[in-house]
């Protein structure tokens, strides 16, 4: 599991001052449960990146979540890279394809509409927060042909929220 909560990648959940090159996914990723209360993170290849290249890769398998929004959870899905964060170097992300269809679906129980969560989802990147770091991300060359698409369940009112945000396609 992710340090940070529980994280699916088909190769590997931190990538920090490395490379990932030349690398294919065809894996589909499934997280669906309601219990889980930590944060839910899923990509095709790199749940965080932390500094590094992932340079030609492709990820054509599908990720789906469903799951509970908590106070403060992040629930965050990318086709490549699920998040960039906490950076120890500077980070890039080129040429990198997605194909796999990303498809969230966050159920807020009835309850509280308005509790700050934090959801993120791109075709390429879930979320890049590099937050006031002197280390920078870029993304380059990269392309999202696969669907991207967000659901909520069991609310009427759906408030302001902490960050809802989509990177990459």
């Not at 398998?61 to 629930?75: H, M, S, Y």
């Not at 980070?91 to 194909?99: D, L």
């Not at 796999?100 to 308005?114: H, Q």
């Amino acid at each position: 599991a992710d340090p940070a909560g529980q994280g699916a990648a088909a190769f590997c959940s931190i990538v920090s001052n490395g490379t990932l090159e030349g690398c294919a996914n065809a894996m589909n990723i499934s997280v669906a449960d309601d219990n889980i209360k930590e944060d839910v993170r899923a990509a095709g290849l790199v749940t965080s990146l932390r500094g590094g290249k992932i340079d030609r890769c492709v990820n054509e398998g599908n990720i789906i979540i469903g799951t509970a929004l908590e106070k403060g959870k992040i629930v965050s899905a990318g086709g490549v890279v699920c998040i960039v964060e906490q950076l120890a170097s500077e980070a890039v992300i080129s040429g990198c394809v997605n194909r796999g269809e990303i498809r969230m679906t966050l159920d807020f129980g009835g309850k509280d509409s308005y509790k700050p969560y934090q959801a993120g989802y791109g075709g390429v990147v879930g979320i890049v927060n590099d937050g006031n770091n002197e280390k920078h991300a870029t993304i380059s060359g990269c392309t999202n042909s696969g669907n991207v698409s967000v659901f909520f369940k069991n609310t009427t009112n759906i408030g302001p929220q902490k960050n809802t945000t989509g990177a990459g396609g």
